[in-house]
Structures are given as structure tokens and as C-alpha cells.
């Protein structure tokens, strides 16, 4: 086995590396394209199955089907490139995405329903609205300026004192609206003073350790 897919192979499934024994179905391979741009990039190494066996490109009309995921159903179009590699016989097809400057790339959730994936690990995961503001306003490039107003407050003295916090349990906490607690997550996240995790049991935040001396200094000097 060429030393290259050997490694890849032995890594296993993660953040930026996916096994496809198959590409059957374009809207869900879109899903896995539109992730790793979102993300961190990564490659889908196609006819290989999850435990790692080649088992070999199947047909021509994969490729296509790639194609399509990526230009049909990837909004905008999710840029790929690809390698062939013959593995003891077999054809091993490498998709390289690289990480979007044009993020989010929308995919297909159902027909209907386009919706934005990140990578996690090993799996495709939807963004949240907080994690679509953030984006936004990274790409206006605008700078972040705080008040702390009770809210922020609230919200770093329980992160203090607490491992994590939903967007909820801080709505209900501050009793303030969702646009207003979803501005303070954002704010707080571009500052990198507090973390998003999204899981498949749903998203939280976090106090970033190295930052919290300096909120402490500045709010004590307000």
C-alpha cells in the first residue's frame, strides 16, 4: 500500500479525514464537502470503508456524483481537488478540501431544508445561529467593543463558577431576549474570551482560562 493512504488510513475517521466506501447519494456527500470547508479542511478518501479496508472506487459515476455535490448542491460551490491512487489493484479516489475563505457553505439537511454543517471530530454536525453571527462579523472585520452591563457580568461570574452554559440557560438566566444574549455570546467569542462546542446533544460555551485575568483587570478598572 502506497506509504501515503497507508498513514491517512491509519489515522482513522477524524476532524479532517472521512472514509466513503461509496458515493450513492450527492446531497449527502455534499453535507461532508460543505463540513470540512466550513471547518478546518480536510479529505475524503473514497473506496475505503470505515474500518479502514480499501475495498476500491466502484464506478466512473462517483466522481461525477462528487462533482455535483459540490457544484449543485454546496451553496456557494465547494472547491475540491482529487487524486487517484491504485491500491494493490484497487483505485482510491482522495478528495482534498481545502478550509473556505467563502464560509458558510450551505448543504442539504432534506430537499427542502439547506442548512450549514461544521466537523467535529468524526462527524457532521449543524452550526448554530451564534456560530453563523460569528462568522458574519469576522468577515466584515469589524472590531468588538464590550459594555458590561449586567448581562456580561452575570454571564462571566457563572462561567466562573460553572463549566458551561447553553444559550438558553443564559437567556432565562439574564432575562433578556435571544438577539441580546446570542450579541453577548458573539462579542464574548470574538474576544475569545468564552468557546462555542457544538455536540450532537446540542451547543455550549465555555470560559477561556487565559483570558479571564484580563476581563478581571478591566472590569475592576471600570
Known amino acids: 500500500m502506497h506509504l501515503h493512504i497507508k498513514n491517512l488510513i491509519e489515522q482513522g475517521e477524524n476532524q ?9 447519494d450527492a446531497r449527502k456527500i ?14 475524503l478518501l473514497i473506496g ?5 479496508k480499501v475495498a476500491g472506487v466502484r ?20 472547491y475540491f481537488e482529487t487524486v487517484e491512487w491504485n491500491i494493490e489493484g484497487k483505485r482510491v479516489l482522495e478528495v482534498i478540501i481545502p478550509k473556505s475563505d467563502k464560509k458558510p457553505h450551505y448543504a442539504p439537511q432534506s430537499p427542502e431544508k439547506p442548512m450549514v454543517y ?3 471530530d468524526d462527524q457532521n454536525l449543524l452550526a448554530n445561529s451564534v456560530l453563523l453571527k460569528v462568522w ?3 468577515k466584515k472585520q469589524r472590531g ?29 438566566m439574564a432575562a433578556i431576549t435571544r438577539r441580546k444574549a446570542e450579541t453577548i455570546l458573539v462579542n464574548f467569542i470574538l474576544l475569545k474570551v468564552i468557546s462555542i462546542h457544538i455536540t450532537e446533544q446540542g451547543t455550549y460555551y465555555t470560559l477561556n482560562q487565559e483570558t479571564t485575568s484580563d476581563i478581571t483587570t478591566s472590569e475592576n478598572n471600570n
Open 16 to 24: 479532517q479525514l472521512d472514509f466513503k466506501f461509496a458515493v450513492t
Open 30 to 43: 455534499a453535507r461532508s464537502l460543505a463540513a470540512f470547508a466550513n471547518t478546518d479542511g480536510g479529505r
Open 48 to 52: 475505503v470503508k470505515d474500518n479502514g
Open 59 to 78: 464506478s466512473e459515476e462517483e466522481y461525477f456524483m462528487l462533482e455535483a455535490a459540490a457544484t449543485m448542491y454546496c451553496t456557494p460551490a465547494v
Open 118 to 120: 461544521v466537523r467535529v
Open 136 to 138: 458574519l462579523r469576522e
Open 144 to 172: 468588538t467593543r464590550l459594555q458590561y452591563t449586567d448581562s456580561e457580568k452575570l454571564l462571566l461570574e457563572y462561567l466562573r463558577q460553572n463549566q458551561r452554559i447553553t444559550l438558553l440557560e443564559f437567556r432565562k
